[in-house]
């Protein structure tokens, strides 16, 4: 982020949704809606072209879908951070997403508020997992999909990580902030950071959001 200001590009094939959150966010001091795009293809354009820092990508769109551009723009830029944007909040395609490189999402009926927050949190480099219908969600998703090969290999790369990196991991899942972890554990909020950046290195992972998703895919968190 260049100057404390959050480069945001709105990524929906409504206009009136792109419009919509382009007013919100441009009236937040912090944040500087720098392009939209109509589509998954133009989104992985205008990454490109514009180096946002946040991505608001709608999962439903023409030509690419937000899954397939949100894998292209955390495959090629090492940045840009995916929020996602839902209008349900059982949409089957959030969980593929978030699989995909997203390090979150919202609904499209947030608040101005839940908006702009949403997008800090996400540029700050967290996973917007605390909500409840979030962790409800990735729960959820990951108990339906029945990859027995997957388990078995997130299961064994677990492995490599010390009893207090696995307990991180789990709160991590459970979508506890480095804070509450620290909180919770009677440690410092530094020793907590330490022990995430070890355990995304030693599970090749990119953030948080994957973090927990691999949680749920080991069954190290009971779904539910």
């Given amino acids: 982020m260049s100057c404390g200001t959050i480069r945001v590009l709105i990524a929906d094939d409504q206009m009136m949704v792109r419009e919509g ?17 109509v589509n998954g293809r133009e989104a992985v354009e205008r990454v490109r072209e514009l180096a946002p820092d946040v991505v608001l ?13 949100t894998r292209r723009i955390v495959a090629a830029d090492g940045t840009a951070k995916v929020l996602v944007l839902t209008t349900f909040d059982l949409d089957e395609y959030v969980y593929q997403a978030l ?19 949403g997008v800090r949190v996400v540029a700050s480099g967290e996973a917007l997992l605390a909500p409840s219908v979030t962790k409800r969600l990735i729960a959820e998703f990951a108990k339906l999909s029945e990859k027995p090969r997957l388990v078995t ?4 790369a677990y492995g490599d990580l010390t009893d207090r990196e696995t307990e991180v991991l789990v709160l991590i899942a459970q979508g506890l902030s480095n804070a509450e972890i ?3 554990l009677v440690v410092a909020e530094s020793t907590i950071k330490t022990h995430v950046s070890r355990i995304l290195v030693k599970l090749g992972l990119r ?17 539910g």
């Fill in 21 to 37: 959150f382009s007013v919100l966010l441009g009236a937040m001091p912090d944040i500087e809606v720098v392009g939209e795009a």
């Fill in 57 to 69: 990508m709608d999962i439903r769109m023409p030509e690419l879908n937000g899954i397939e551009a």
């Fill in 99 to 117: 699989r995909a490189g997203a390090s979150g999402f919202l609904l499209k009926d947030a608040s101005a508020r839940q908006l702009a927050d």
């Fill in 153 to 156: 290999t997130a299961q064994g």
């Fill in 182 to 184: 620290a909180e919770r």
């Fill in 207 to 223: 953030d948080r959001t994957q973090a927990a998703v691999f949680a749920y895919e080991a069954r190290l968190v009971t779904p």
